[in-house]
């Protein structure tokens, strides 16, 4: 067992990591918060440098991932596409949402493709409160939605009209079964389709397609391109959550990556609705073909993590936890039992949030959206 191996192991060595991706947030969120200016002088700059700031912050997850709990995450699709396309255009991503650890994964694939800094997500309203982290989404633009469509039809619009000049290449992840995919969920998924006649699907919930219908509306000549990202872990007896990346529990992760031109997409309300279930009809296929295969179908990408992860994580731990170490060691040297009371308590404190975050993401946990009553924009769709 290797020394890596073995710091895994040690608990002190976790909360050390903790406290870094922690107050390197907030350290983030200040040197953000001294490019506000930027903003109404050149917005454009103001988005450029931000881009690269969050980097710093958000390569902290994907690399704990990777490095730190040894996920092994394989790609397939068309190798052809990720040459011609990967980080050369605006995207639309659209994901599944099987395990708490979807969007991490995909993380880990926009930042193989080299966009992670330029990454966007549709999130929860209350995620924008999370010290560090969701502070980064504020600075970042992101769109906030409190899932109550009178209120978000609006805010998803301003959002789209804001980001459609974005000067670096985006990808806007989009989970369009709206909630994490729970067997109660999926129940009332499944009952929903046979009341209406709709297609049931076998490894997803039935997608939400108002807030799809509405970015269309305003992405139809400024994004290029949909990515289809179908992600799966097999050979699990339970999907992954952030507890087990936090135990440092290694986990398969596979990929399935398909561009589709924009412009090929029907153009009515109705049409576009029927185009969605259809994509997730095809998202059940490609699972199934896993199923069956241990494998996606397409090739397996060359698309590997870049060193960049290791030298920011590498460049933290030396600002931030060798100094703590050794003011740690200087005040029990000198006996200055207080002040290093109060550094311990304030590691530990640091951990216990972590780790009730970290509960508090796990599906059987999560909210009841997914549990009322499901609209579409038509009727039936055969």
């Known amino acids: 067992m290797g020394l890596f191996s073995l710091?895994?192991?040690?608990?002190?060595?976790?909360i050390l990591l903790v406290f870094t991706f922690i107050v390197s947030g907030l350290i983030v969120n200040c040197l953000q918060l001294l490019t506000v200016p930027l903003y109404f002088a050149n917005k454009r700059l103001f988005r450029i440098v931000n881009t690269k700031l969050v980097y710093l912050h958000w390569c902290i997850l994907p690399w704990s991932l990777q490095s730190w709990a040894n996920y092994d995450i394989r790609v397939f699709?068309?190798?052809?596409?990720?040459?011609?396309?990967?980080?050369?255009?605006?995207?639309?991503?659209?994901?599944?949402?099987?395990?708490?650890?979807?969007?991490?994964?995909?993380?880990?694939?926009?930042?193989?493709?080299g966009m992670l800094g330029g990454v966007k997500a549709i999130m929860?309203?209350?995620?924008?409160?999370?010290?560090?982290?969701?502070?980064?989404?504020?600075?970042?633009?992101?769109?906030?939605?409190?899932?109550?469509?009178?209120?978000?039809?609006?805010?998803?619009?301003a959002a789209c009209k804001n980001l459609l000049d974005y000067p670096v290449n985006m990808p806007l992840c989009l989970?369009?079964?709206?909630?994490?995919?729970?067997?109660?969920?999926y129940l009332k998924s499944v009952e929903f389709s046979k009341s209406r006649g709709l297609p049931v699907l076998k490894h997803h919930l039935f997608p939400r397609t108002k807030g799809f219908c509405l970015l269309m509306k305003f992405m139809r000549g400024s994004i290029?391109?949909?990515?289809d990202i179908t992600i799966l872990c097999p050979n699990v007896s339970e999907q992954p959550t952030l507890m087990d990346v936090v135990n440092a529990k290694p986990c398969q992760a596979d990929i399935y990556f398909r561009r589709l031109s924009l412009s090929d997409l029907p153009e009515s309300d109705e049409a576009l609705t029927k185009w969605l279930i259809e994509l997730y009809q095809n998202k059940d296929d490609v699972i199934e073909y896993h199923i069956k295969n241990g494998k996606f179908p397409g090739d397996k990408i060359k698309l590997s993590k870049k060193?960049?992860?290791?030298?920011?994580?590498?460049?933290?731990?030396?600002?931030l936890v060798i100094p703590v170490c050794f003011a740690m060691v200087y005040l029990a040297y000198t006996g200055a039992w207080l002040t290093l009371g109060l550094i311990v308590l304030v590691l530990f404190v640091t951990d216990q949030l972590f780790m009730c975050l970290a509960r508090e993401t796990e599906s059987?946990?999560?909210?009841?959206?997914?549990?009322e009553p499901i609209t579409v924009k038509e009727k039936k769709t055969n």
């Open 77 to 113: 699709g068309s190798q052809e596409d990720i040459d011609r396309y990967a980080n050369k255009e605006h995207a639309l991503c659209l994901l599944n949402h099987h395990c708490d650890l979807d969007w991490m994964i995909g993380w880990c694939l926009v930042e193989r493709l």
């Open 124 to 157: 929860k309203d209350i995620a924008k409160f999370l010290p560090g982290i969701g502070w980064t989404f504020v600075f970042m633009e992101y769109p906030f939605l409190t899932r109550r469509w009178e209120n978000d039809e609006k805010k998803l619009e």
């Open 175 to 185: 989970f369009a079964e709206g909630t994490r995919f729970t067997q109660e969920k």
């Open 307 to 319: 060193p960049w992860m290791d030298v920011v994580v590498f460049i933290w731990v030396l600002l």
């Open 364 to 371: 059987k946990l999560g909210s009841t959206h997914g549990l």
């Open 224 to 227: 290029p391109a949909i990515y």
């Open 7 to 14: 710091l895994k192991r040690s608990k002190v060595v976790f």
